[in-house]
């Protein structure tokens, strides 16, 4: 590939960067600021247990189902248009979901701020690239721009549990309000605008597309809950049959939705893969970690939420240091690193007893910060070994990748828990079928019952959990050891970012068009 042209970045386009980085931190908020306002939002609008799901979920399905679908009509209609289109579209639905008035109503206005969330996640990162055009800033601003998605979901928790116990819990939603207008403000000043000039988009593809992801991401969910039964072996059949088919239309079109020739550079690939590797044992992980905090050691959840904030800042640490670390070093062994470096943290998780507080933790924060260092340096060789007219959808199909790595992790290492919880516990004899069920299901059955159950028998189940926590963070520490060792061999020829010394591989691209108007 040719190198594009550089030029250093001036207080512009940073404060463009900070006009960015609200969108960005809004949407990590929107991901967690429901879990403490559920109980309220349930009180009031009394949904079914299926519509609360459909609430919880809707949101997070249209993202990742459309985020490749948007990064491309990005490319085509221009990216600052698309953020503010996104934007106004994000503000509305927000507002329409503050004031809902009945679960299916909610339902819509959730399902509303995933397809906005959809067009905001990739024309940041795509502005991103095209702003910061020098290797370094572009690498630093990336890193930043992960660490604020991953503090805005740090932040979900606290916030929305603050605002329900202030207001009421529709304020949770009327935070994106001021956001939007203040984006809308600033966009057509700080941002600029960049687009191809490429054909109308590939309407078939865009349904091929959604036929491929949001089954798939169904049927993770599905088996999450329920294990693996014939609706969810029926939506896999669907997915992977329209991925297949989205596949050949891909490499039969001219302008393609999704250019299937970005995989042949050996550093897309390969860091797309370190990302879902790394993003399972993260996403699985939290998901028991949380879970542990709360059912074992017997925080609230703002007390929970509180006690994840400090760990966050390991990736605050790993998100910024590791482009200024990467401009001597090659980024691949720096992730490498960071990977085996986590290995710590999943060895004190792997450890852990049922009063292990601090252990967990801690531990935690050593996952954050691998996470930091992958998100940043992942990302930034993704989008930079895309040419500038496919950036759109290069960041899309990262942040996919990203989205799809957490589901399957809370799956893989769910289940994986679960299914040593079950075999450990035994119900004590004499017990109702109405505790004895819950309380053999899971540690959040057991303890919905705990006031029904003999002593020593919540004891039991808690230290079941945490027996299925130890042996999942073993799993996940094995998989993530074989990813430090592949990203090592397949990345260490990458060049420290900036440095043009021959004999390395680049990762850079050609020059696309921008209109500052």
């Given at each position: 590939?040719?190198?594009?042209?550089?030029?250093?970045?001036?207080?512009?386009?940073?404060?463009?960067?900070?006009?960015?980085?609200?969108?960005?931190?809004?949407?990590?908020?929107?991901?967690?600021?429901?879990?403490?306002?559920?109980?309220?939002?349930?009180?009031?609008?009394?949904?079914?247990?299926?519509?609360?799901?459909?609430?919880?979920?809707?949101?997070?399905?249209?993202?990742?189902?459309?985020?490749?679908?948007?990064?491309?009509?990005?490319?085509?209609?221009?990216?600052?248009?698309?953020?503010?289109?996104?934007?106004?579209?994000?503000?509305?639905?927000?507002?329409?979901?503050?004031?809902?008035?009945?679960?299916?109503?909610?339902?819509?206005?959730?399902?509303?701020?995933?397809?906005?969330?959809?067009?905001?996640?990739?024309?940041?990162?795509?502005?991103i690239s095209i702003m910061f055009t020098d290797a370094r800033q572009r690498a630093s601003a990336i890193g930043a721009w992960a660490t604020m998605f991953a503090l805005g979901m740090a932040a979900g928790p606290v916030?929305?549990?603050?605002?329900?116990?202030?207001?009421?819990?529709?304020?949770?939603?009327?935070?994106?309000?001021?956001?939007?207008?203040?984006?809308?403000?600033?966009?057509?000043?700080?941002?600029?605008?960049?687009?191809?000039?490429?054909?109308?988009?590939?309407?078939?593809?865009?349904?091929?597309?959604?036929?491929?992801?949001?089954?798939?991401?169904?049927?993770?969910?599905?088996?999450?809950?329920?294990?693996?039964d014939a609706p969810a072996s029926a939506a896999v059949l669907l997915g992977g049959g329209s991925a297949v088919a989205f596949v050949r239309r891909q490499l039969r079109l001219e302008e393609p939705l999704l250019d299937?020739?970005?995989?042949?550079?050996?550093?897309?690939?390969?860091?797309?893969?370190?990302?879902?590797?790394?993003?399972?044992?993260?996403?699985?992980?939290?998901?028991?970690?949380?879970?542990?905090?709360?059912?074992?050691?017997?925080?609230?959840?703002?007390?929970?939420?509180?006690?994840?904030?400090?760990?966050?800042?390991?990736?605050?640490?790993?998100?910024?240091?590791?482009?200024?670390?990467?401009s001597r070093v090659p980024p691949g062994t720096v992730m490498a690193s960071a990977l085996a470096l986590s290995l710590v943290g999943y060895a004190f998780l792997a450890l852990a007893g049922t009063g292990g507080r601090?252990?967990?933790?801690?531990?935690?924060?050593?996952?954050?910060?691998?996470?930091?260092?992958?998100?940043?340096?992942?990302?930034?060789?993704?989008?930079?070994?895309?040419?500038?007219?496919?950036?759109?959808?290069?960041?899309?199909?990262?942040?996919?990748?990203?989205?799809?790595?957490?589901?399957?992790?809370?799956?893989?290492?769910?289940?994986?828990?679960?299914?040593?919880?079950?075999?450990?516990?035994?119900?004590?004899?004499?017990?109702?079928?109405?505790?004895?069920?819950?309380?053999?299901?899971?540690?959040?059955?057991?303890?919905?019952?705990?006031?029904?159950?003999?002593?020593?028998?919540?004891?039991?189940?808690?230290?079941?959990?945490?027996?299925?926590?130890?042996?999942?963070?073993?799993?996940?520490?094995?998989?993530?050891?074989?990813?430090?060792?592949?990203?090592?061999?397949?990345?260490?020829?990458?060049?420290?970012?900036?440095?043009?010394?021959?004999?390395?591989?680049?990762?850079?691209?050609?020059?696309?068009?921008?209109?500052?108007?």
């Open positions: 590939m040719e190198a594009r042209p550089s030029s250093r970045a001036g207080m512009r386009e940073w404060a463009g960067f900070a006009v960015l980085a609200l969108p960005t931190m809004l949407l990590g908020l929107d991901v967690t600021v429901l879990y403490l306002v559920v109980p309220s939002l349930a009180a009031d609008l009394r949904p079914t247990a299926t519509e609360t799901l459909w609430i919880m979920d809707v949101y997070g399905f249209l993202i990742a189902g459309l985020l490749i679908a948007m990064g491309t009509l990005g490319d085509r209609i221009g990216r600052r248009r698309l953020l503010m289109i996104g934007m106004a579209a994000f503000g509305a639905a927000s507002a329409l979901a503050a004031f809902a008035s009945g679960a299916l109503w909610l339902i819509m206005a959730r399902a509303l701020l995933g397809v906005a969330g959809a067009t905001l996640m990739p024309s940041t990162l795509s502005l916030v929305g549990g603050a605002l329900v116990a202030g207001f009421w819990w529709g304020a949770a939603f009327l935070i994106a309000v001021p956001v939007s207008v203040l984006v809308l403000a600033a966009a057509p000043v700080l941002l600029p605008e960049f687009r191809t000039g490429a054909g109308r988009l590939d309407l078939w593809s865009v349904g091929l597309s959604l036929t491929a992801m949001l089954p798939i991401i169904y049927a993770v969910k599905h088996v999450a809950a329920h294990g693996v299937i020739r970005l995989f042949a550079d050996r550093a897309f690939s390969a860091a797309l893969g370190v990302l879902l590797i790394g993003l399972v044992g993260f996403g699985g992980m939290m998901f028991l970690v949380t879970q542990h905090l709360q059912l074992v050691a017997g925080l609230s959840p703002v007390a929970a939420g509180l006690w994840m904030g400090p760990p966050a800042l390991a990736m605050l640490i790993g998100g910024v240091g590791a482009p200024l670390i990467a601090l252990s967990v933790v801690t531990g935690f924060a050593f996952l954050y910060l691998g996470l930091g260092v992958i998100a940043a340096l992942g990302t930034d060789l993704v989008v930079g070994a895309a040419p500038p007219e496919r950036s759109g959808s290069a960041a899309a199909l990262s942040e996919t990748v990203q989205e799809l790595g957490v589901a399957v992790g809370i799956v893989l290492l769910g289940s994986l828990t679960t299914a040593i919880y079950r075999e450990a516990v035994q119900a004590p004899p004499g017990l109702p079928r109405s505790v004895a069920e819950p309380y053999g299901d899971s540690l959040s059955g057991a303890a919905s019952v705990a006031d029904r159950l003999p002593d020593g028998a919540l004891r039991q189940a808690q230290d079941a959990f945490t027996g299925g926590l130890n042996t999942a963070a073993i799993a996940a520490g094995i998989a993530i050891a074989g990813a430090s060792v592949a990203c090592f061999r397949m990345l260490r020829r990458i060049r420290p970012i900036g440095d043009a010394a021959p004999g390395a591989e680049p990762v850079a691209s050609t020059c696309g068009s921008v209109d500052d108007r």
